[in-house]
């Protein structure tokens, strides 16, 4: 036979064996659905003992190519559902085959440990109802879990605020339903704080990013904190106490009508009481929220959001003492006080909001916003000090040789109010794979400041600074500001899916846009991530976000401090500030994975942060003082890791690890930024005393690296040193006392409760002396001495909690 006869036979061989296995392959398609009959989407699904497989889309439909066997067994699998198998003896023709999974979890109490949803982006999800039990010395916050995740960092426990990847706490956006969140600007300390805007009674979802975040989010450059608000389906509420105050929330809902509302009272009175500085403290603080929603129609929803606050922290100090320094120089200092100090924050806040869908794939809104604040910060505080050397045996602590003496008068009247308005239309549309979002905003922006606070200081009797004519200030600050601005924005970003032979993808792409009238800046903002689940690795998910992102300047950064005399200082408004820019680049993934019966997930980050047109500033307490002009350019780097999963079978924990490095350069000089945590390692565990499931314990552990400082009214730019390490431990064991079903819960009395839970907290268990901030003062040869400010130390906490 000759050559071309044998190679066309072959030919037609093979193309005769593939049309036979093209045609012996049969198609079983369906729908994967949950209890609730809605699709679920990224279900696996795989023949028992192959590679053949594949996953559903949004809408939870599947296709599978199989070949016919005598008995058939296909898999279905997700994240968060018990498996389920389904047998097919004998596949003689294309197949349709729906499936209903079961939710897999299991629940003791308030807490319920189930397995993970896949995160395609860089958004992930948080359980809120964890805070309940948490012991949290701010007071019971969302924002005190949020510090535990790996990137997130905060060195104060009196406060809310933390810091994502480099960032400070001015670049971490906050929405409630969809409406941005302000804070009062004046706020120094985390003793003035008060509470968190968000209510944790009242929290339906909590979804946040630490960096990549989509177009749809304003214009800040490190996270975003997504809080939706509930839509409760019946009545419902519970109440708390503590020694740090209470709370109240009640929800109910009608065939048109849901609402919810709380109230809750803080009082740190007895924790401020372990700082060095002994007083009459205080502090106290109240907020009041609502949430209502009105079906007009089935296609027509009108809602409602309200909040008053009001935080008022007055503080009448005594005495201080302080030891400090190494064993070869070791330094007490004494301060004896007289005067007072008494702050006012009281914030209103509303927001209206219209929604139409205008069918099953479409929707359009309109909101409507509006934010004030009324601040006051007033302080007349005298304090004369010695400053000693500290002696072993404190016998002989008269014999300690005073090394120097002085005193000082801080005074301030500061007073600001803010108003900001918004309007804004906002849709959606969701044809075939895609979901594309658009809103378009106007916002008001004004602000009335009035800034005058001086400080005087002396040393061994003479002032400081010393001139040998006239007594001179060591600092004053003066300031008349006033704003009122506009700030129009709009969005338009795509949510993709598709597939290849390999797996799913998922694409978000945006653009986002604003302008700001004060210095005439237009801002465009690109952002894009992608997700990929792979087939037949289910258990594996990758991501990979990028963008411009903007740090859009509100009223802070605008005051640029001008020194028009010896210790005199002015804040003028720059008009020439421009938005600070951060290009990102995030890798990163989730991998999936069982130790026995328990669920176990390792995600981990990787980031690089490329940061532009820097406005510096420098970080006392929780006050930040911006320079007020964008001299500066820099990078943030780092890796973030976390392991999340059962530790203790029945309970959900995580330990979380970041690496961290950031660089700034201030007019030719390189240094950190000062939010440069180098590590940081945190852990959240829950475990259940055994044989006594009814005994719950919860830990929050931290350490971190210390913080970069510089002296007073100094750039990092001309010194620095850090802070030592941060390292916390706060402890918490909560008694189930009585559930619904406990005989107890008959009685006449507790039959309305659904759970009570009683509570012992201790606060920083280990009673480590952790530093914020610092207080100089100088010794009779006119050195200077950074004197720690000591954050609070060991305290306990008893609390009760009862929901119905």
Known sequence: MSQPIKYILLIYILFSQAALYAQSRYKVSGIVVDPDGNPIELAGIQVAGTLNGTMTDAKGAYTLYVTPKDSLRILYSCLGYNKAERIIPQLSGDMRLNVRMTHASHALGEVTVSEFKK??????????????????????????????????????????????????????????????????????????????FINPDMTEEVNFSSGGFEARYGDKMSSVLDITYKKPERLEGSVSGSLMGASAYVGSATKNFTQVTGIRYKTGRSLLGTLDTKGEYYPNFLDAQTYMTYAITPRWELSFMGNITINKYKFIPHDRTTSFGTSEMARDFTVYFDGQERDKFDTYFGALFLKHKINAKSDIGLQISGFSSNEEETYDIQGEYWLKEALVDNSQASEAEVVGVGGYHEHARNRLKSSVANIGVYGSVRP??????????????????????????????????????????????????????????????????????????????????????????????????????????????????????????????????????????????????????????????DYVFKVGDRNFKFSAEAYYKILNRINPYTVNNVKIRYYGENC??????????????????????????????????????????????????????QDYFPGFKKVLLNLKGVVSDGLPTAAPRKGYENGYFRTPAYKRVDIGISYHLASGVDRVMDWSFLRYFKNIWFGIDCFNLLNINNVNSYIWISDVSNYQYAVPNYLTGRQFNFRLILDF
């Open 119 to 196: 995160q395609t982006n860089t958004m992930t999800t948080l359980d809120v109802g964890r805070t309940k039990l948490l012991p949290d010395a701010s007071g019971g916050s969302i924002e005190s879990l949020i510090v535990t995740f790996a990137g997130v960092s905060s060195n104060n426990e009196l406060s809310s605020q933390y810091s994502v990847r480099g960032g400070n706490y001015d670049e971490n956006l906050i929405y409630v339903n969809g409406v941005e969140i302000y804070r009062p600007l004046l706020i120094r300390s985390g003793q003035q704080e008060g509470l968190s």
């Open 432 to 589: 075939r794979k895609h979901n594309i979002q658009w809103g378009a905003s106007v916002q008001f922006e004004k602000i009335h400041d009035r800034i005058k606070e001086w400080e005087m200081r002396d040393s061994a009797g003479y002032s400081l600074p010393h001139t040998g004519e006239n007594v001179e200030m060591i600092y004053s600050l003066q300031a008349r500001s006033e704003l009122s601005t506009v700030r129009p924005s709009a969005y338009l970003q795509d949510t993709y899916k598709f597939r290849i032979k390999g797996g799913m993808f998922t694409l978000n792409a945006g653009l986002r846009a604003s302008y700001w009238n004060f210095n005439k800046e237009l801002i465009v903002s690109p952002r894009a991530s992608l997700g990929f689940v792979p087939n037949g690795l289910s258990a594996l998910t990758l991501r990979f976000a990028t963008g411009l992102y903007y740090q859009a300047p509100f009223y802070k950064e605008l005051l640029d401090t001008v020194a028009v005399g010896h210790g005199l200082f002015e804040a003028k408004l720059n008009d020439k500030i421009k938005s600070q820019q951060s290009i990102q680049f995030i890798a990163g993934g």
């Open 632 to 685: 500066a350019s820099g990078y943030a780097t780092g890796l973030d890791m976390k392991l999340f999963g059962e530790f203790v079978p029945g309970t959900d924990s995580w330990l979380s690890f970041s690496l961290m490095k950031t660089q700034q350069n201030i007019n030719g000089v390189k240094v950190p930024l000062p939010s440069d945590q180098r590590y940081t390692v945190s852990l959240y565990f």
